[in-house]
Every structure is written in C-alpha cells, then in structure tokens.
C-alpha cells in the first residue's frame, strides 16, 4: 500500500514535491496503489515514483516528470498527460483510454498490453517504446514517431497515424484495419504476418524500402482503395500472388467505391431496414444491418485489459449512417445513441453522414420533440413501405443512393426552406 504521507505530499503539488526532494536526496515515492483520480498535479516530479496499481483516472499531470515511473498496471483513463515526460516509464498493461499524450515523451518506455484506444498521441515520442499487444483502436497518433519502437501484436484499429514515422518499428503480427495513413512514412519498417485491411496505402511513404520478414495479409479492399498505387515491390516482399498484383495495376484511375454504410433500425424495423438494403445494394451502395437487437453490451469496464476492454458488436466505422426514421426507432436508446454519435461525426467531418429514411407518413406528423428536431434538421427520404413498385419509390431510393455514393460537406443534407414549405 502507498505511503500516506507521500500521497498527500503528491497532491500538494510540483513546490511541495521539489521541497522533499532537497531534503531527502536518493529517496523514491511510495504511491503504491494510491488514490489520486481527478488530482492536479501539474509539472509535478514524481520520477522514478512507485506507483503500480495507483488511481489516476482524469488526473492533471501536465508536463509532469513521471520518467522511470512504475505505472503497471495503473488505471490512467482520460487523465491528461499533456507534454509528459514517461521515458523509460514502466506502463505494462496501464489503463490510458482517452487519455491525451499529445507531445508526451514515451521514449524506450514498457507498454506491453497498455490500452490506449481513444488516447491522443499527436507528436508523441514513441522512439524504441515497446507496444507489443497494445490497444490503439481509435488513437490519434498523428505526427508521432515510432522510430525503433515494438509493435509486435499490437492493434491500430481505426487508428490515425497521418504523418507518423515508423523508421525502424517492428510492426510483425499487428493489425492496421482502417487507419489514416496520408503521409506514414514507413521507411525501414518491418512487416512479417502484418494485416493491411482496408488500407488506403496510396499516400503511404516507404513502403517499397521496408523489412519482410514474413508474408503480410494485404486486402482486397486495400488494393481497392488505393486505386493501383502500392508500389509492387512492396505486394511482392509481403508474398501477394503476382495475378494480384496484376490486377491492382488494372485499378489505377478507377473511382473508389463509396464508402461503408450501415442501417440503423429498432427490432421491429428490421424487415424494413432489409429491404432498404436489398434495394440499395441494387443501385451499388455498400450497406449493412445495424438493429439494435444484433450487438453486444455497451458497457465498457474502466479497469478492463486490452483483450476485454470493449465488446467489438457494439462498435461500427462507417462513411454514413442511415436511420429508418419511425416513432419505435427514435424510442430505442440504442438508436438514439446512434442518431447522436452521427451528429457528432457530422459536426466533426463536415460531411453529410447522418440519412433519415421513413417508412411512412407518421414520424412528419410526431409530436415527439425529437422527432420534429431531427425532421427540421435533416432531409428525410420518404420510402413508402410496401410500395416498392411505385415510380416514387424508385425515383425517391435512386436518389438516395446517388447521395449515398458521394461525399458531400453536410450543408447538403439540411432541408431547405422551399423544401419545408415555409
């Protein structure tokens, strides 16, 4: 357990800190399993600091000095860790889910297993750090370097790693499934039963120059989304057929597809929602099922590993979000979830990604306040249900398809006034 005095002398801040140091030269802080969630501890200097198994969820350790620190495995979830010092810091298995590391120095520090989904790392230092079996499923990582860095396992989910140097990092056995990679430079990186799925590796630097040291899994949709750009050197090193190397160079110039599209629906819009998709899929939108009533638990527990830390059914990356807009859709929490994170993505991307569809007249006719929010808000695309033969039906579903196959910024997807009859 922690040395009390030493917790309370930790809370008091960087000059009380700095004070103990003068006076008891040589010695280390004893934060063992301590509670400090929601401390301000700016620029404090805890180097070389027990701190295993100690609490510092939301903790403010801006610019603080927590290099050669025992942090494993210490629950660190959205702490701010702005500007840090962790060299050489023991992190294994530490909890730092949506933390910001951003311009952090994690220089040769032990992250084996460390969860770190959602974490901003922009410009962090990630020189020679181990991140085998790592969790960076969502991590902002732009601008950082992982020069000589381990990440063997480790996964990069969805992660954006715009401008990030691998120079040297070991990336054999990890899984790169929808990342940013514009301007990676992966330069004298090694690759070895590494999965590029869904890569867009067109703007990639590097990649004819990197270490194979076993074959990697490249994608169908990788070559599809890189339009015929990899450099064929590197699909021949990662032991790519040479037919499909062929057929990646028959690729250039071609349109990519349009992008991932999932339906939103409560359970009793399902038969609906199937046959929306069957519909669109006939006018070449990539689309799938979303209902409510086909994922997994949404709670994610705060103390949980890397293998646990969140139930994968939950999550969905997609391009655009359709919503089958009924008064039981918009009653589901589940759904409402939905409409929200859509919103957001929104706001986020400046592009249209929220698609109201309605099954009938009922919803524009809601007293829901909701209902009326979202209908001032958003278009809504009027799909009579079990009028599938009509001419207003299939001039209304090729009309949302033809939005559904473009980006468009997300002024195009608010009503106009005409449009509303005011």
Known sequence: MANMEHVQLAKRGRD?????????????????????????????????????????????????????????????????????DLTRALLNGANLRGANLSGADLTDAD?????????????????????????????????????????????????NLTNAKFDGADLYESVLNSPVLTGADFTNGIAGYTVFQNCDLSEVLGLDHMRHDAPSTVGIDTLCRSGGQIPRGFLRD??????????????????????????????????????????????????????????????????????????????????????????????????????????????????????L???NSAISQSRNRLARSLSSAHIVFNLAEGGTDSADYQDEIANLAAHLRQTEPAADGVPKVEDMGL
């Open 16 to 84: 009380a800190v700095a004070r103990w140091r003068e006076e008891n030269p040589g010695e280390t802080l004893d934060l063992n399993a301590a509670y400090m969630s929601h401390t301000r501890m700016p620029q404090v200097d805890l180097r070389g600091a027990d701190m295993r198994d100690s609490d510092l969820m939301g903790a403010m350790l801006h610019r603080a000095n927590l290099s050669g620190c025992h942090l494993n495995p210490s629950h660190m979830y959205r702490a701010n860790l702005i500007e840090a």
């Open 111 to 159: 992250m084996d297993r460390a969860v770190l989904s959602d974490a901003n790392l922009t410009g962090t230092k990630l020189n020679g750090v181990n991140l085998s079996r790592a969790n960076l499923v969502g991590a902002n990582l732009t601008g950082a370097d992982f020069s000589g860095a381990n990440l063997n396992g480790a996964s990069l989910v969805r992660a």
């Open 238 to 355: 990662a032991g790519v057929a040479v037919a499909v190397c062929d057929f990646q160079e028959a690729l250039a110039g071609v349109a990519p597809e349009s992008g991932d599209c999932f339906i939103s629906c409560s359970a009793g819009d399902v038969d609906y929602a199937r046959q929306l998709q069957n519909d669109l899929r006939g006018h070449g939108v990539r689309c799938w099922l979303f209902p409510e009533d086909a994922r997994g638990n949404a709670l994610v527990e705060r103390h949980s590993t890397s293998d646990q830390e969140e139930v994968e059914r939950w999550v969905r990356t997609y391009d655009k979000l359709m919503l089958v807009f009924t008064e039981r859709g918009i009653d589901s929490e589940t759904v409402r979830n939905d409409i929200t994170q859509a919103q957001e993505l929104q706001q986020d991307r400046d592009q249209w990604t929220l698609f």
């Open 357 to 359: 569809v309605a099954p």
